[in-house]
């Protein structure tokens, strides 16, 4: 089972973070601290896990964004990478050709779209088309219920009806 | 929501913490205000500001309101805002917060909703939140939905692993045995997505009752097998040129052309049959379903292999076929194509592992592991070596691993990542045996030499088990925990040292080359501290082994260990200490020297208590005791019982995965050679005997050898052998012993007491002008009483009178807890594994008044024959001065006899079946007492023997016939007595099934004849 993954820049500023295990926040701060060091620390060509705890991080670079999970010990290192870069592709594929600012202004579609992946922490959907297939039915719920605003509206300057 | 997007970039304009502090705090104040105030804010605004707030948290700040407004969220018919509000429940609110009544009760409403969408949303925040409240309310409804054949594929994915969530945090409250059949046959679903998530969850249900999901191994099996050995293959290639043959999309990601070249095979060709279409979304980078296959194989390592033959030879075929797709080239570059093919050709490897059956499986995939060592990737390099430390605990590879022991080794120098080399040293680890082991460890020490900090530790206890376990020459092992102390003497924990001590003292064969390399090692100019305990520790035993060598004389060696003295911390001087003291005794001529150095004003009056009391203590005692004294105090240390190794309890706390029993272990079955124990054991041994008075004992204290640190020798007040509390008082009132004591510590007159007890039962032990001693005693087969009455002479109280027995060697005596005498017993008696008689003295009293008679009462029971008598040490007050009386106890073997009768011819069959040599004792003597007939029959019958009549051929001689009872066995003795009148002579012949009892007998009856 997955325990987190998380998501951070080169400069250590986590963008992303989905726990499946409960923990306190102040705890949630410290191992998200401990691990970004930890990642950024390492070198290009090494190894892509790590054992800490007694848990097993997968971590993998995707331009400027490192995407970090913690997995236990009997579950599959490669197909953890293979989930990250399932979740890639997804970003990919729904912001077309994803970058980390799309990640920022959109973080709750990147929620949306990881809990179709996964859930509990387990893989639930591994199949691309079918993910992209409810995060549009998704979006097309939206465009139905979202009718236009003015600008003002927006900024909660006006109420609207 | 734009408002949000124009906050986010806000945000990210800001050029300081400060200014980001300062926008978000205007932020907080102006969302709180219109939640507070603005009563006609519609869903839209609340979205808007609940995910603001979600922003600002997921920035790491605190949020403490808006959760209302998230909660009011749930019910809205919109559906974004609903998902809104529930993306910020699942990420903000605490199981144990006050609104969670309201979210279940939102999710409850959801749950029965006819929209799967809303269904799957509720199902998503249950996974998310899994709180024990949440598994009450729905734990029941919840199941439902994964078994009824309305739902769809999509809300069944979700319910399986949300019930799987559920069943994690609170496995009391979710029941799902009336489906469980059902729940098992979800393995043969039609959509891919509900047999991955399915798989997770009948995991966890077989994890926790295998017997009632039985049944799903069948199923994962043939699911695997069409997964595995899907036709898909040949229209997979197909599909390959058709990718490569367009170079415009070779980039392209595979799934947009799996699309595409499915509707090009399904339109052109019609070839397409139902288990491709199943496929065909649940392809990876032409890898069939992984995820799915990693789960099945999974699933069945919580099974042993599969009973049923056609299933197991299913089984056997998915896994030959994923070993052969290992060796079939790549179908893409991408690493995508090779990790996923790799995921899942591990984790059948971990099923031929788990299953442990297969030699052919295991060696093949270990050398597909083989190939892997080497490969370019470093995540491959690194899974093969973990891999294959479980393949080596297996008695069908643990071969084929040595084989790659070079490439390891290649491994270990050459990695670039300290993980992998991590890696390296387990799998060595794993691999290493008797053929292998010099060169194993000689190539660890090697690498330690310029290993990682981090991993130090961990090998130095590595390469301490190894060289243990596999030693046949023990001075090889000696050498290598030396070279380790001097390697990497910060990270060799007590544990490892106390270890090589231990054996060390437990194996003669070692102890004069110990001393001659410690004492080489310690004549590096720089040399750890570590170094300096154990060379102090061995020379202190066994200095005396190398003093024959000018070289290393007594005053060499002690000048060598005092020039590190000033160099070392109080507990490393405390052992020191303790050296020169024991010095003392090996080394006479450098008593001057030493008693110098304990004078110094430096150790005399240290600030360190414990070395001040040792300095002031060892001087006094090298002052005040005889050299008999000395020599018994000091005495070598007895050996150390044998139990397994304090330092693989500590490697396996250290890191429990990376210890999967030593292979060794499982392959033999068997304890390593040299195992011994320094547990947590009140077994605490002290340095030496003679213990400072008041340092509190350390027994008890997770202390090893009882020289931890702060090392302090423990015991309350100990003394020698037969000496009592002889060197208790060392500093107390002169001491006027009863009589003076002989060579062996005991009271003069003693040992002919003792004798006078060999035949007969009661008696005067001791007499003196002040006390008598007195002894009733009655036998039982191997049960005795003792009744020792003290009787006062005088005209004076004594007070303070003690009697306290003390065994020597192997004998045993449990101790009512009335005086320090445990800590004499652990002192000198480390462990009576080989227990040989074991007493129970009930206490004297304290004070006998003059004229009176007290009276001692000791249980005996003979548990195995025995040699030694125990020694009754007696100590009390008479007008001021003390008396000292040391007495052997007539507890005497052969008082566990008792006579046997038989006939002529039975008594011949038995004499000659004992017939081997050490079953016969034969002593020829001189008579000491007068020869005559009936008073040698008292004294045979005294000894406990039958006298047999009619049986030898010559009337003169004696023939006799006892059992000897002991707690485990009873044992036959038969002997033959034949005086010789004009020689005055006799000839004793001793026969028994037990070769040690013989000459034990023919000792105590020679006496009395």
Redesign the interface.
């Known amino acids: 089972m997955m325990q987190f993954m998380l998501l951070f820049s080169r400069q250590g500023k986590l963008r992303l973070q989905k726990w499946y295990e409960a923990h306190p926040d102040k705890l949630k701060k410290k191992i998200t601290r401990e691990l970004v060091a930890l990642v950024l620390s390492r070198k290009p060509k090494m190894c892509s896990f790590l054992e800490w705890k007694d848990l097993k991080i997968v971590y993998k670079r995707y331009a400027s964004l490192y995407f970090c999970c913690a997995i236990e010990n009997d579950d599959n290192e490669l197909l953890a990478l293979e989930i990250i870069h399932r979740y890639v592709e997804l970003l990919d594929k729904y912001f077309g050709s994803v970058c980390e600012l799309d990640i920022i202004f959109n973080f709750e579609k990147a929620y949306f779209m990881l809990d179709e992946l996964l859930l509990g922490g387990e893989v639930q959907e591994t199949s691309k088309k079918n993910v992209l297939k409810a995060i549009a039915a998704q979006d097309l719920l939206q465009e139905e219920s979202e009718e236009p605003r003015g600008l003002l509206e927006e900024l909660g300057f006006i109420t609207g009806s | 929501?734009?408002?949000l997007?124009?906050f986010?970039s806000d945000i990210?304009n800001c050029k300081s913490k400060e200014a980001e502090i300062k926008r978000i705090n205007k932020e907080l104040a102006?969302i709180r205000s219109?939640f507070k105030g603005?009563k006609?804010?519609?869903g839209?605004?609340k979205k808007k500001y609940v995910?603001k707030l979600?922003?600002i948290f997921?920035l790491?700040h605190?949020i403490d309101f808006g959760q209302m407004e998230a909660v009011n969220l749930l019910s809205s018919n919109?559906?974004?805002?609903k998902?809104?509000g529930y993306?910020f429940i699942s990420?903000m609110i605490?199981?144990h917060n006050d609104l969670m009544k309201l979210v279940i009760q939102a999710i409850k409403n959801d749950l029965s909703s006819r929209n799967p969408?809303h269904v799957t949303l509720a199902?998503?925040c249950v996974?998310?939140?899994?709180s024990r409240e949440m598994a009450e309310a729905l734990g029941t409804e919840i199941p439902k939905l994964l078994v009824s054949g309305d739902t769809i594929d999509?809300v069944k994915?979700?319910a399986a692993?949300?019930l799987?969530?559920l069943l994690?945090t609170s496995p009391d409250l979710i029941n799902i045995s009336e489906w469980s059949s059902r729940v098992i046959h979800l393995l043969n679903d039609q959509h891919?997505?509900v047999v991955?998530?399915a798989a997770?969850f009948i995991e966890a249900l077989v994890k926790r009752s295998p017997e009632e999901y039985k049944g799903c191994v069948s199923l994962a099996v043939s699911r695997l097998s069409r997964i595995v050995t899907s036709s898909y293959t040949d229209l997979q290639d197909y599909t390959y040129y058709i990718v490569f043959s367009d170079c415009d999309i070779v980039t392209a990601?595979y799934?947009d052309l799996q699309?595409y070249t499915y509707d090009f095979v399904f339109s052109d060709c019609g070839i397409v049959t139902s288990s491709y279409t199943d496929l065909q979304?649940?392809t990876?980078y032409f890898v069939p379903?992984?995820?799915?296959s990693?789960?099945l194989l999974?699933l069945l390592q919580n099974y042993p292999p599969p009973e049923d033959p056609a299933v197991r030879t299913r089984l056997t075929e998915c896994l030959e076929t994923i070993l052969n797709k290992a060796q079939e080239p790549p179908k893409s570059k991408k690493v995508?194509h090779s990790?996923?093919k790799?995921?899942v050709l591990?984790?059948a490897i971990n099923l031929i592992i788990h299953m442990d059956s297969d030699p052919n499986l295991l060696v093949r995939a270990c050398n597909q592991l083989g190939q892997f060592l080497q490969h370019r990737e470093?995540?491959l390099?690194?899974?093969a070596l973990e891999s294959m430390c479980l393949l080596a605990t297996s008695e069908f590879s643990h071969e084929a691993v040595k084989k790659h022991q070079e490439t390891v080794i290649t491994s270990l120098k050459t990695e670039?990542?300290v993980?992998?080399r991590?890696r390296a040293v387990d799998l060595l680890y794993a691999m290493c045996d008797r053929t292998n082991a010099e060169e194993i460890v000689g190539e660890m020490l090697e690498y330690l030499e310029s290993a990682d900090y981090s991993i130090r530790e961990e090998m130095v206890l590595k390469v301490a088990i190894l060289a243990e376990k596999y030693a046949v020459d023990y001075t090889w092992y000696v050498d290598v925990i030396l070279n380790l102390i001097r390697i990497s003497g910060d990270y060799v924990s007590e544990e490892v040292w106390y270890r090589v001590i231990q054996i060390v003292i437990n194996r003669d064969d070692v102890q004069g080359y110990a001393a001659k390399t410690v004492f080489e090692a310690l004549q590096a100019p720089a040399c750890h501290e570590n170094m300096v305990k154990v060379g102090g520790y061995i020379l202190g035993e066994f200095g005396n082994l190398i003093a024959g060598d000018p070289r290393s004389s007594a005053i060499i060696q002690f000048q060598l260990l005092h020039s590190k003295y000033h160099l070392c911390g109080p507990a490393t001087r405390g052992l020191l200490l303790s050296t020169y003291i024991k010095f003392i005794n090996l080394f006479p001529e450098i008593k001057g020297d030493i008693q110098n150095v304990l004078k110094s004003n430096n150790n005399l009056k240290n600030s360190d208590v414990e070395l001040q009391q040792r300095s002031v203590e060892y001087l006094q005692l090298s002052t005040v005791a005889s050299l008999d004294v000395l020599a018994t105090v000091l005495e070598e240390m007895p050996p150390f019982p044998e139990r397994e190794s304090s330092i693989l309890a500590k490697l396996k706390k250290k890191k429990p995965?990376s210890v999967p029993d030593g292979p060794e272990e499982k392959r033999e079955h068997k304890l390593p050679q040299a195992q011994m124990s320094n547990n947590i054991e009140v077994h605490a041994l002290p340095a030496i005997s003679a213990a400072p008075l008041s340092t509190p004992s350390s027994t008890g204290s997770a202390d090893l050898l009882g020289l931890g640190a702060p090392t302090v020798a423990p015991s309350t007040g100990g003394g020698g052998g037969g000496l009592g509390g002889l060197l208790v008082d060392v500093f107390d009132t002169p001491t006027q012993n009863g009589g003076g004591m002989d060579a062996n510590g005991l009271t003069a007159g003693s040992d002919e007491n003792y004798r006078k007890f060999i035949c007969k039962n009661n008696g005067v032990l001791f007499e003196n002008d002040s006390l008598q001693i007195g002894v009733k005693s009655e036998y039982r087969q191997n049960l005795g009483r003792l009744g020792i009455f003290f009787g006062n002479k005088t005209s004076f109280q004594f007070t303070g009178f003690t009697a306290d027995l003390v065994c020597p060697g192997n004998l045993e005596y449990i101790f009512f807890p009335d005086r320090n005498a445990i800590a004499i017993q652990n002192i000198f008696f480390p462990l009576n594994f080989f227990v040989q008689l074991s007493c129970q003295p009930k206490p004297a009293g304290e004070v006998i008044e003059c004229g009176a008679q007290n009276q001692q009462v000791i249980q005996a029971e003979c548990v195995t024959e025995f040699s030694e008598a125990p020694v009754l040490n007696i100590s009390y007050t008479m007008s001021g001065s003390i008396q000292r009386i040391n007495l052997k106890l007539p507890i005497i073997l052969n008082k566990f006899i008792e006579p046997a009768e038989m006939d002529s011819a039975t008594f011949f069959t038995r004499w000659k079946a004992l017939s081997l040599p050490n079953q016969e004792c034969q002593r020829i003597f001189k008579a000491q007492f007068p020869m005559d007939i009936e008073q040698v029959k008292t004294k045979l019958l005294g000894f406990s023997m039958s006298v047999l009549l009619d049986i030898d051929p010559n009337p003169e001689n004696f023939v006799s016939a006892g059992i000897l009872y002991t707690r485990t066995a009873q044992i036959g003795i038969l002997a033959r007595l034949e005086p010789n009148k004009q020689a005055q002579m006799y000839r004793l012949t001793i026969r028994s099934s037990k070769e040690s009892c013989p000459s034990v007998l023919c000792d105590l009856l020679e006496s009395q004849l």
Not at chain 2, 78 to 81: A, L, N, P, W
Not at chain 2, 127 to 130: F, R, V
Not at chain 2, 289 to 292: I, K, N, Y
Request: proline share 1%; hydrophobic share 35%; glycine share 4%.
């Open positions: 929501m734009r408002g997007a124009v986010i990210r102006n219109k603005d006609t804010l519609d839209y605004q995910c979600l922003f997921l790491g605190d919109k559906y974004t805002e998902q809104i993306l990420v605490s199981a969408i199902l998503q996974a998310n939140i899994g999509a994915q979700s692993l949300t799987l969530r994690r891919m997505g991955t998530s997770s990601y799934t699309d979304d649940y990876y379903a992984p995820w799915l990693v789960k999974r995508q990790n996923s790799n995921a591990f984790e470093t995540n390099r690194y899974l670039r990542d993980s992998v991590q995965s």
